[in-house]
Structure formats: C-alpha cells, structure tokens
C-alpha cells in the first residue's frame, strides 16, 4: 500500500503520484504507428502510471483525443508540447487545461518556418480521434526550430499559465547543456528533466550547474513499449496540473519522492 504523508491540520494527505511527462504520438513523425490515444493509456495503466502528459513536436493536435481517451479510466492527462526553440533546444510546455495549448499552438505555428514535412524523409504527421481513427495529416514540417528564444519561450508559456522544463538535458541532442553549455540564470527553471539513460544523482555530478533544481525523469517515448521507462514519483494530494508546479519547486510538502524505471520490451497491445 502507498505511503501517505499527513500534513498539518488544514493541509491535504499526499500521497506518492507515478508520472511520465513526456510522451508522443503518431503526430510526431518519429513516433511509431502504435503511438494511439486508446494504446497510449492502455499502456500507461497497465504500467500503474497515475499521470502522463501529452508532447508531441511543436503541436499539440492529438491532445486533446488523448485527453478524451483517458476519461473515466483513472488516468490523469496533461495537454502538453515538446517546443523547438531558436537554439534548438527541446522544452517541455503543459497547460492545466486544453484551450490554453491550443492558444499556444497558434503562436507556435507562427513561429515556425513555412515549411511542408517531407513525409518520405521524415514520416507522416497523424492527426487522430480519442479512438485512433485517422482525421487527417499535419502537413507542416513540425520538426523544426521555432522562432521563439528560450528566453521568450518560458516567459510566453508562463504567461499563458502553462509550466516549462529543458528536456533530456543530459542527452546530446536538442538537450540545453549540450546546445548552451550552460544553465542561463535569468531564465526561470526550477525543473528538468532528464532521460532514462541517467540517474538524478549522476545527472547532479556530471551536471554541477544544476543546483537544487527539481530533476524530472521521463521516458520521451515514442513506442508503447517506452511508455514508463523513465518516469518521477512525486508526493501529490492527486495527479492534477496545479499538484505538479507545487512538487516542481519543492511547495507544501510537495515533492519528489523517486524515480523508477519500468519493465519494459514487451508487447502490451
């Protein structure tokens, strides 16, 4: 049974919430075809995630029937986006609710070149309903670096009320240390995130700049099998929005309590 912490009198019993953060569907052109709504939260359930987020590139046009997907099951979603940026560094952004994604793709969209997608390079971009049923494509080359610094990315993000981590920083690819070098100081981030590939405390070690920032484990998973591979236990009163930036800085006893790393290679569809 989860451990419970009992807070003062007035405050909520928190309790351990099993978190991946990011996760892609078939409207990422890398992701595989599997990458469902009805699939994607199968497998987070049979996995004993609590709550998952939704990232696809620079769009977030399967949220929503991911979202819908997910009702009824127990299962909390997070409407989200993997942004690009000027720098090419990947960042996490999640909104509480879905019209404030939308809100942000808009402008997302305006910031990214005007570019067709390659589909024969690149894959195609699925636009899907909560059942998986093909709506149509994303023509768009939505894997490309928006105009947007990471300065103005957080700061538009935040304004929106939506909250952003640096994601996989401990990867060489579109990760912020491995593009800047460094942590910028006046950019707000009390989070991020790293891969399966590294635990927190040899992030910490290798990644001194880090500080005491809250270090955010999750799978960036493209097939079913991913999902859960890298995921963060944090100490929530429920899986919600709100939960999630009080755990992120460490506010009314919320938290991390862990991270864990599921079974993963087998076919669960």
Known sequence: MAKRVKLRKGQPTLRPVR????????????ADYRMAPPLIVRTALQRGLDLIAITDHNSGENAGA????????????????????REEVHLVALFPELISLLCWQEEVYEALPHLANDEAVFGVQLVVDEQGRFLGKNHRFLFAATDFSLEEAVRRITEIGGFCFPAHV?????????????LPQDVDLPAVEISPRISCQAARERFPSLGSRVIIQAS??????????????????EPSFEELILASVGRDGRGVLGYGQLPGGQDLV
């Open 19 to 30: 978190a991946d953060l990011h996760i892609h569907t078939v409207l990422s052109a890398c």
């Open 220 to 237: 960036d998973a493209h097939r079913l099998e991913d999902i859960g591979l890298g995921m963060t236990v944090f100490s929530m009163a």
């Open 66 to 85: 991911v979202l819908r997907a997910a009702e009824g099951t127990g299962l909390t979603v997070l409407p989200g986006m993997e942004l690009c940026t």
């Open 170 to 182: 401990d990867r060489p690819a579109f990760g912020l240390l491995t593009q800047l070098g460094f």
